[in-house]
Structures are given as structure tokens and as C-alpha cells.
């Protein structure tokens, strides 16, 4: 039997993104305009009610970056092991109590509840539900049908059984939870496409950044995502850390395959459909791929059967 090793496009084994939470435009539009011009691509992760236009101003601004769904709102939903209390009274000034929720400003179903970061707001199953529906329906009136297919938690994975059943029941590509893997997994692709995350942010990004490019070539498709807002960027001064990431490893297409986080999970499950004989390569999906058969770089046309 031949060998065949997998690559993405540029028949490289490594791929760049990032995952960019919130819609924040004014951050946002710094961070693309540096990293726009080296090609580096991503997702940006957007609350939709954060979104005042639907006139193709949005569509135009994160044009060629990925688009997912980070729920409208932004809250967090109520745990299953959650045992606070409810208290029929507004937030207000009421004493700092964390096992207490009160009535939140937005009206039924939100409460609000003091954390370790201050006031943060909750939303009950169906209200929660509703936040994830509507800013679906509202990014694809922006972006159009059919470009949303990925869900981002906002604040992290939520521990409510009800709410993970209906977000998987809604057919997302991937869904992201938070937190900094710090390469904790040698830089694969991730196995449980409900539960990835990034693995570096701003604060430590060329450290990781410059493992993943030394990382020696295993054969297998790598992965490195970086995150998670673009005010991060702002509130540490790291937009300096920025722009040398984007200047030393943006525009190496032979190195890294720029990519939206849909399409480099897309490419993977594509290169796990490949079909291969003693005699034939067969490429049975809608993407065209890049492999080494037998240290030969070969590139495999969508419905494709080669003879080898």
C-alpha cells in the first residue's frame, strides 16, 4: 500500500486562525487592518443585537473572515447544579450576595447575579434559547443564509444539559467553549468539534506561536487558533504584539494555510473521506484536495478517481 499524507492547501500541515469574540467594531476594525494585509483570516464571533445595520455595511466589513453565532445578549445560561436563590426585587444596589439572583433591567426571564467580575446577567432556559435563535436569524439576514454554522459560548461552556442538547439540535459545524489549551494536545486538530477551543491569546501569543512554527512535521494536519477579543488587544497595549505576529507569520503560504475556522474543519473531515486502493486515490468529497502519495505532492479535484 502507497502512503498517503495528508496537507492543506500550499501542501502545508500547519493552519493559522483565530477566533474573535463579541462585535466589538471599533476594536475589531483595528484588528483587521493589521492583520488583513498578511492574509491571516479567522472567525469573528458576533452578538447580533450588538449590530445596528442591515444594509450590507457588516457583510462588507468582515468580508473574507469566518462569521459565527456568540448569542444576542451575551449571558450566561442558569446551571443545572445551581441552587441561588431568586429574589422578586431589581439588581439595583442590592447587597453583594453570590448564591442570590434578582431581577435583571432586560425584563422576564433575566436575572442578574454578583461573580468574582462584578454584575453578570442570566438567562432562563427558554430566554437563553431565544438568544441563540434570534441572533442566528438576524446574522444570516446580514451574511445570508447558510454562512453561520458555527457557536461560540459567551463567558464559557455552560454546565446546562437542556441548553447543549438544543445548541447541538441546531446542526452548528463546531461549537467553541473557552479557555487557553496552551498546547496541551501537540497542536492537533480538536476531537470534539462541540467542545474546541483556541490555544493562545494575546498575552501569550508569540510564545505559543513560536512552538507551533519550530513543532517538527509529524504527518498529520496541525492546528492554532488565537483569541478572544479584539479589546484584549486594547486593554493589555498589545496591538504592537500584534502587528509583529501578523509581519513575521502572515503572507507564508507554503508554511500556513490562513483559513476560517469552518473551513479548516471542513478541509479535515474532507481528508478523512479519501478513498485509497493499490490502484486508485479517490476524492469523493465537494473540496479540493492536497496530499503527498509516496513523498509525490498531488492535488485531487472535488468527485475525483485518480489512477496510481
Known sequence: MKKLLPAYPGFTRRALTFTIDDANLKYDKIFIDIVRPYGIRGTFNLCADRMDREDGFYREFYNGFGIANHTNNH???IADNDRSEFVNEPAGNQPVDTDLFYLSP??????MKHTQRGWREWADDERYMDCVTSCQSRLERI??????????????????????????????GSVRKTGDLLDTTD???????????Y???NTNLMEVMEKYDSAPDNGSLRFFAFGVHSWDFERDGDWEKLAAFAKKY???PTDYWYATVDEIFAYADAVKELK???????????LTLYVELDGVKTVIPPKTLLPI
Open 75 to 77: 449571558p450566561y445560561a
Open 106 to 111: 432586560r425584563g422576564e426571564g433575566y436575572y
Open 143 to 172: 451574511f445570508g443564509r447558510e454562512t453561520v454554522n458555527g457557536f461560540v459560548w459567551p463567558y464559557c461552556e455552560q454546565n446546562n444539559a437542556k441548553i447543549k442538547a438544543f445548541i447541538k439540535s441546531l446542526g452548528f
Open 187 to 197: 497542536f492537533a486538530l480538536p476531537d470534539d468539534r462541540m467542545a474546541w477551543s
Open 199 to 201: 490555544n493562545a491569546h
Open 250 to 252: 502572515g503572507n507564508r
Open 276 to 286: 485509497l486502493t493499490d490502484k486508485t486515490l479517490e476524492n469523493p468529497t465537494e
